[in-house]
Nanobody
Framework: QVQLVESGGGLVQAGGSLRLSCAAS????????MAWFRQAPGKEREFVAS????????SFEDSVQDRFTISRDNAKNTMNLQMNRLKPEDTAVYFCAGRHLGAGQFAYWGQGTQVTVSS
């Protein structure tokens, strides 16, 4: 099992930047596809970005494609989400998630970190 803990959320003005981190413990981190999801008040949780186990492949939700960057360091068991040019609509609780190679769903989740973007 993998335990995930997010950090780095906070309050930022529109146009600003934040860097979220996800620290993993437990089983071999390098065996997991990792992702960020977010959930805004009154809305369903949505996919933000993902990164393959060896960092060879990344994927982004369309609205963040040109503003967010995802990275990971398997040696340090960490994953990061660099968020630039933030917009008020990016306001949400951001969750780190892990999916073991070959698994169909993200089975491991962090507790979330709040990101608030003021206009």
């Amino acid at each position: 099992q993998v335990q995930l803990v997010e950090s780095g959320g906070g309050l930022v003005q529109a146009g600003g930047s934040l860097r979220l981190s996800c620290a993993a413990s437990g089983r071999t981190f390098s065996g997991y596809t990792m992702a960020w999801f977010r959930q805004a008040p009154g809305k369903e949780r949505e996919f933000v970005a993902s990164i393959s186990a060896n960092s060879g492949s990344t994927s982004f939700e369309d609205s963040v494609q040109d503003r967010f960057t995802i990275s990971r360091d398997n040696a340090k068991n960490t994953m990061n989400l660099q968020m630039n040019r933030l917009k008020p609509e990016d306001t949400a609780v951001y969750f780190c998630a892990g999916r073991h190679l070959g698994a169909g769903q993200f089975a491991y989740w962090g507790q979330g970190t709040q990101v608030t973007v003021s206009s």
